[in-house]
């Protein structure tokens, strides 16, 4: 499944409030005045200071924002008068905004722009801000305040924002460990620790492998099939890493290179194949076998003291799924179609390997490159017909904007006098349909060695009426950049990712929610997908591929014979996608319903013995990530979730049918989707939002369909 992912952050509970209305004079109180963070950024939206901020003013702001809640935290739980609403849940809302300000900004920097002092205060601040959400959430007097008046909520008159925020604040300590004894809040906040460190190592040595693991080759006809901006790009990369006169192939996060579906060579393919598998498992300063092993048993033990039977049970309480047996079932269910489908679609490739006379069996790293082979024979067209369509542009504001424009009445200004923190990076106001603004959007949109991979959004600032403020919301991908002067020219699968990241800015842009944290995509984690993916679907909508589809030369469109082509080949190597993405959800959950004696020594031969028992070791299809580079698994933000785009693909294959049964790219349709769902945050149940959206439950029919799992 070639879906991007959303950043989640997760440290204390500063990081899911805004960045907004600290009291001036605590602030200054806590930082030198020369420290930028000490004081609201007077920038438009509280938009961060970007050349005022360095390095060095983060540890001291982390410092002074971690006091300055517990403080605050101090005050509401000594609070001499009886628990309300108003001093004990509302305070807990507003406090912690310094450590909100500079959480965030740090968060972002650090995975879009990050360097080895950046890297240094995730180490150090990792377990200190563990430590920090344990003294807030592991404080028996606030809990008690707080289920005080949860266990009268319904004497308090309160409106259903409210009490939602109510029963999400008791949650959510129950889920911390704030019922646990004195003795075994220890040992759970020793737990916290180690677990935030041991995240920090996998994500920082996952980076790291990425970039050492990268294709060196010593001539130009060893890329043969790449484009030549393609080649040029890979000779400026050698040239930066002191390699002249040699080409670098940078890596990808996930399994599967871009460059595997073009590169002729079938050894250079298998050694770009076999770096990318080695990544995290090859021995080295980089291995994360220890890591995962350590981070498997830690998470097991910290369930089991919360009192259930593994991590992912803990974890999938307080998602849609709700339990590891939904999940389980709903990927036993796909697996043996999907599996199935891609045995097809293999026995099809090695004709078309038999055909060119390849004289070798079908192997993971041909797949992609004989698949483009099939579908042109199939459909009669390939990915280079494609790209000169796709620039990135034209993508951006003919498309993506554009169809948020006619869906929304959005309408966009790009500005040049805001800071920002690379000079790639572009900024824009962004108005509603009344002409007022709206939000501010940052597209930070190239590939870059200190940047993580794949693609994500996330906030700088988030709405709340309570704060009174707006989104500053960024979305993130990694499109490698061309030489200077070559236009941008993206694959389909990129068009796709930008109509889906920005489907996660619109989320947070048209929050319209009190309290902080409700705010945008503060919903569960197998729910947030769900919007970004539904707003996949105008990629490809008759109107709004027509307004952006234009060669990047010309100015002409995109033949409508390519465009039905495109349209036709949408279920083409379905069985492949479903196959990697269904093996590294099961790698994601096997690893997670672990008890701590199931824990084994040995991670490679524990994730080929899972994907065999799941039913989907098929070598030609490798997981999309193998467990040593699992970052959504092993880095925090998706451990036991990787499940959630499938989840979430049901509610948006559903939703895709509305609009098309409701006629589409109209106004009408996404003002109501706006004013049930999109804006709503997480106000209320999930699903419950879902089925005021559709009238009732989810059908998982469209889904099916999509895939092409339906005559399995």
């Known amino acids: 499944m070639n879906r991007p992912h959303l950043l989640i952050v997760a440290a204390s509970l500063a990081l899911i409030q805004p960045a907004f209305a600290v009291p001036a004079a605590a602030a200054a109180a806590a930082l030198e005045a020369s420290n930028p963070f000490?004081?609201?950024?007077?920038?438009?939206?509280?938009?961060?200071?970007?050349?005022?901020?360095?390095?060095?003013?983060?540890?001291?702001?982390?410092?002074?924002?971690?006091?300055?809640?517990?403080?605050?935290?101090?005050?509401?739980?000594?609070?001499?008068?009886?628990?309300?609403?108003?001093?004990?849940?509302?305070?807990?809302?507003?406090s912690g905004q310094l450590l909100t300000r500079v959480s965030a900004t740090f968060e972002n920097l650090q995975t879009a722009n990050t360097n080895d002092k950046l890297d240094a205060i995730d180490t150090e601040m990792s377990p200190r801000l563990a430590a920090h959400k344990d003294a807030i959430f592991l404080n028996d007097k606030l809990y008690q305040r707080v289920k005080s008046l949860f266990d009268k909520r319904a004497t308090l008159g309160l409106d259903a924002e409210s009490a939602y925020l109510l029963e999400r604040y008791n949650k959510d300590f129950a889920l911390a460990g704030a019922k646990l004894s004195a003795a075994d809040k220890e040992k759970l906040k020793a737990y916290n620790g180690q677990i935030a460190s041991l995240q920090t190592?996998?994500?920082?040595?996952?980076?790291?492998?990425?970039?050492?693991?990268?294709?060196?080759?010593?001539?130009?006809?060893?890329?043969?099939?790449?484009?030549?901006?393609?080649?040029?790009?890979?000779?400026?990369?050698?040239?930066?890493?002191?390699?002249?006169?040699?080409?670098?192939?940078?890596?990808?996060?996930?399994?599967?290179?871009?460059?595997?579906?073009?590169?002729?060579?079938?050894?250079?393919?298998?050694?770009?194949?076999?770096?990318?598998?080695?990544?995290?498992?090859?021995?080295?300063?980089?291995?994360?076998?220890?890591?995962?092993?350590?981070?498997?048993?830690?998470?097991?033990?910290?369930?089991?003291?919360?009192?259930?039977?593994?991590?992912?049970?803990?974890?999938?309480?307080?998602?849609?799924?709700?339990?590891?047996?939904?999940?389980?079932?709903?990927?036993?269910e796909l697996a043996k179609p999907a599996v199935g489908n891609a045995r097809k679609e293999a026995a099809e490739i090695q004709k078309a390997i038999d055909a060119d006379k390849g004289g070798f069996q079908l192997g993971a790293a041909d797949w992609d490159f004989y698949a483009s082979k099939v579908r042109a024979a199939q459909f009669n067209f390939d990915e280079s017909q494609l790209k000169p369509y796709f620039e990135l542009n034209n993508v951006l504001t003919n498309g993506v904007f554009f169809a948020a424009g006619k869906l929304y009445g959005l309408t966009f200004k790009e500005r040049k006098d805001l800071p920002v923190y690379d000079p790639d990076v572009r900024v824009f106001d962004v108005f509603d349909a009344n002409g007022k603004q709206l939000a501010i959007f940052i597209a930070d949109m190239y590939a870059r060695s200190n940047k993580k991979g794949g693609a994500w959004m996330n906030e700088y600032v988030s709405q709340s009426g309570l704060m009174g403020t707006r989104s500053v919301v960024a979305n993130h991908l990694n499109i490698p950049k061309p030489p200077a002067g070559e236009p941008t020219l993206l694959t389909y699968d990129e068009v796709r990712t930008a109509f889906h990241e920005f489907g996660h800015a619109l989320h947070g842009m048209f929050s319209n929610v009190k309290y902080p944290r409700f705010a945008g995509t503060n919903v569960p984690r197998d729910f947030v997908e769900y919007p970004s993916q539904v707003n996949e679907m105008w990629a490809v909508w008759p109107d709004v591929l027509a307004n952006y589809a234009r060669h990047y030369k010309t100015g002409a469109p995109m033949p409508r014979e390519l465009l039905d082509k495109v349209l036709a080949a949408q279920k083409f190597n379905q069985g492949f996608k479903t196959t990697e993405y269904l093996a590294a959800s099961l790698l994601d959950q096997r690893w997670h319903q672990l008890t701590p004696a199931q824990v084994p020594t040995d991670v490679l031969a524990f994730e080929a013995a899972a994907l065999r028992d799941g039913g989907v070791d098929f070598a030609p299809v490798p997981p999309r990530y193998r467990t040593t580079y699992f970052s959504h698994s092993f880095s925090g933000g998706y451990s036991a979730g990787y499940y959630a785009y499938l989840w979430a693909e049901k509610l948006d294959a559903d939703t895709v049918e509305w609009f098309k049964e409701n006629g589409g790219l109209l106004r009408k349709n996404g003002d109501y989707f706006r004013k049930t769902l999109l804006s709503r945050g997480g106000t209320m149940d999930a699903l419950d939002m879902f089925r005021i959206f559709r009238g009732r439950d989810p059908k998982i029919a469209p889904l099916l369909e999509r895939r092409g799992l339906t005559a399995n």
């Open 38 to 94: 000490a004081r609201i950024s007077t920038l438009p939206f509280h938009y961060p200071a970007f050349d005022k901020i360095k390095d060095a003013h983060f540890l001291p702001a982390f410092a002074a924002g971690m006091r300055e809640q517990l403080r605050e935290v101090d005050g509401i739980a000594g609070n001499p008068q009886p628990a309300t609403f108003a001093n004990t849940i509302v305070a807990m809302e507003r």
């Open 201 to 332: 190592a996998f994500a920082q040595n996952t980076l790291k492998e990425i970039n050492a693991s990268a294709l060196v080759v010593a001539s130009r006809a060893e890329l043969a099939g790449m484009d030549a901006a393609g080649i040029d790009a890979a000779a400026a990369e050698a040239k930066q890493r002191g390699l002249d006169g040699k080409f670098v192939v940078a890596l990808g996060n996930t399994t599967g290179q871009a460059p595997l579906a073009v590169l002729t060579n079938r050894a250079v393919r298998e050694r770009l194949m076999a770096a990318s598998l080695a990544r995290g498992s090859r021995g080295g300063e980089f291995d994360n076998r220890d890591v995962v092993l350590r981070l498997a048993k830690l998470r097991a033990e910290r369930a089991a003291l919360l009192g259930y039977p593994n991590y992912a049970a803990y974890s999938l309480v307080d998602q849609t799924a709700k339990t590891t047996a939904a999940v389980n079932g709903l990927l036993a």
